[in-house]
């Protein structure tokens, strides 16, 4: 049976530890531990060894480093893509547009800056009254009144064909 006096020992079960997902008894059948002192005394014997917990903290300030490494890098080429594409989306690249939009998805994802708002409130809301439906009618036509009392086109119309020459028109065809 391997001792925990030895480092080598130590640094198996830790890294075993770390890359099997964090199951503390795969770990030490992996390293040569009886099943037996597995699933019973032997879990809380390794596991509370100062020795194998530092060499856990160890592996795992490692590879938080290097995921805060690979994350920079990731940073940095989406930055250098977004001002190419800023480029051409300032030319009138439509997939540009697109691709720049992704891109800014991409890092509120990575860089933590996406927001989830979660509803939890399991309230029903209050039924709309027939005043608030008159309210919200009349905000409405509100708001389409004055949409439609802007002009569309900022050019004066010249001439209007008038429905006679383009229902002739329709016929020719």
């Known amino acids: 049976m391997p001792s925990i006096k030895d480092q080598s020992t130590v640094e198996a079960i830790a890294s075993e530890f770390t ?5 503390k008894t795969k770990a030490l059948r992996t390293v040569g531990y009886s099943e037996s002192y597995c699933t019973t005394l032997g879990v809380g014997v390794v596991y509370s060894n100062i020795r194998i917990v530092e060499a856990i903290a160890k592996i795992d300030t490692k590879k938080q480093a290097k995921y805060e490494h690979n994350q920079e890098i990731s940073v940095e080429k989406l930055y250098t893509d977004y001002g190419y594409l800023e480029q051409q989306a300032k030319a009138g690249n439509i997939a540009a547009i697109n691709a720049r939009t992704a ?71």
């Open 103 to 173: 891109i800014v998805r991409e890092l509120d994802c990575t860089t933590g800056l996406q927001k989830q708002t979660i509803t939890t409130d399991t309230a029903t809301p209050k039924p709309i009254t027939a005043s608030d439906l008159a309210l919200l009618r009349s905000m409405a036509r509100a708001i389409t009144d004055r949409e439609l009392a802007q002009p569309v086109l900022d050019v004066a119309v010249e001439a209007q064909a008038e429905p006679e020459a383009i229902d002739r028109g329709k016929d020719e065809q």
């Open 19 to 23: 890359s099997n997902g964090r199951d």
